[in-house]
């Protein structure tokens, strides 16, 4: 009998071109991270994902237009929003509702040609990211904001959330954010994903399932739970304290350690970073040395070092975006990720089928109701 692993920890579930963590380094399609969050653009890395190569300016230019003349909805969707556009239903509930919805709207959701489903992903990759920011608008009673063709995918996700043009420093932060997020090999939604498409089910199906998934705290849900527990700390002098409190109260600090990098995140510095940037621009320092101090903490008490959800945080904080909007943020980067899984399971499909052991009670009889 097989061993089982308890969340199919170490398990080899299949074979990727897309992404790779080794000796405690991430890379896409071969290129370090390191490489790509210094000098990419998102578009890049949303080809390089689905392409395995980076595109040469007449392929970018092509998804670039592609992207954009994509992202404005139907206006049914807007419709949809005003139905339940309240502060009572989380972002990530609204996007795993408007994601399967937006099938609705593509007639030939159902084919499954290659070509097809590549056209597909571009709208979804492109709407995506409107149904976030449209969703945000509406609950607080605004109209959409309509895409820029001067801008890029990440200054057109703050200008259609914010209905400004965004500053320099922010679009560098926001676009190494979605480079960041992008993929991270075969994680839950990744997973999930891929698991959906492999019953040969539609490219919908399988991103509206990697919605449910990243939804959870114990995977996209962090960077939200972080930001709340800098609000609940306050100020820099308060940050002792309040470890102090959850380390006696064995209460779980979100930000930290990570289940494959054991000698840190690597995609944390250029958050770090960009967060010292922004929270400086932006006149909120304060939050900045908060998270030094946390993490200062973190590794000299318990030996963990700060993931990439820790500072992005502040970095989101500090472009004025609503709290429950950071794993919905998560999802509009991450889905160029979740495509690449799946357009891959396509090509080299198997249904996913593992095995569980069973530990119940064995050899019973049925017994009459009147006898229960």
């Known amino acids: 009998m097989a061993e089982l ?3 199919l920890e170490g398990v080899i579930a299949a074979e990727t071109k897309i992404s790779s963590i080794i000796d405690n380094q991430l890379t896409y399609a071969g290129y370090d991270i390191d490489d790509l969050a210094e000098n990419a653009q998102f578009e890049e890395i949303i080809y390089l994902l689905w392409n395995y190569e980076l595109p040469n300016k007449e392929q970018l230019e092509s998804l670039k237009d592609k992207l954009y003349e994509h992202m404005t909805l139907n206006p049914r969707m807007y419709e949809h929003f005003e139905e339940y556009a309240t502060d009572k239903v989380h ?4 996007l795993r509702t408007s994601v399967s919805y937006l099938a609705h709207f593509d007639p030939g959701a159902d084919e499954d040609d290659m070509d097809s489903t590549l056209e597909r992903a571009i709208r979804i990759q492109a709407k995506i ?4 920011t449209a969703f945000a608008r509406v609950r607080e009673g605004k109209a959409p904001v309509k895409p820029d063709r001067s801008l ?10 914010r209905g400004e043009k965004p500053t320099d420093v922010e679009v560098e932060g926001f676009n190494k954010a979605l480079i960041l997020h992008a993929d991270h090999e075969l994680n839950a939604s990744a997973f999930t994903a891929r698991c959906a498409v492999s019953s040969l089910s539609d490219i919908y199906s399988g991103i509206t399932a990697a919605v449910g998934s990243l939804k959870g705290p114990l995977h996209g849900g962090a960077n939200e739970r972080v930001m709340r527990m800098l609000t609940e700390i306050g100020e820099e002098s308060k940050v002792e304290a309040y470890l102090e409190e959850k380390f006696n109260n064995k209460d779980k600090i979100m930000g930290f350690g990570h289940r494959v990098y054991k000698n840190g995140d690597p995609r944390a510095k250029y958050l770090k970073d960009m967060s010292r940037k922004i929270t400086d621009e932006t006149g909120q320092k304060e939050l900045f040395e908060i998270s030094i101090k946390i993490a200062d903490i973190m590794e000299k008490e318990k030996g963990l070092l700060p993931n990439v959800d820790f500072y992005s945080a502040t970095v989101y904080h500090s472009m004025g975006i609503e709290h429950d909007l950071f794993t919905p943020i998560f999802a509009v980067s991450r889905s160029a990720g979740w495509i690449a899984h799946i357009l891959e399971q396509y090509r080299d499909n198997r249904i996913m089928r593992p095995r569980a052991t069973y530990i119940g009670q064995k050899d019973r009889k049925y017994v009459a109701i009147e006898e229960r």
């Open 91 to 94: 972002p990530m509930t609204a």
């Open 129 to 132: 990211a409107s149904l976030v």
């Open 152 to 161: 890029n995918y990440a200054a057109n996700f703050l200008y259609m959330l």
């Open 5 to 7: 692993k308890r969340g």
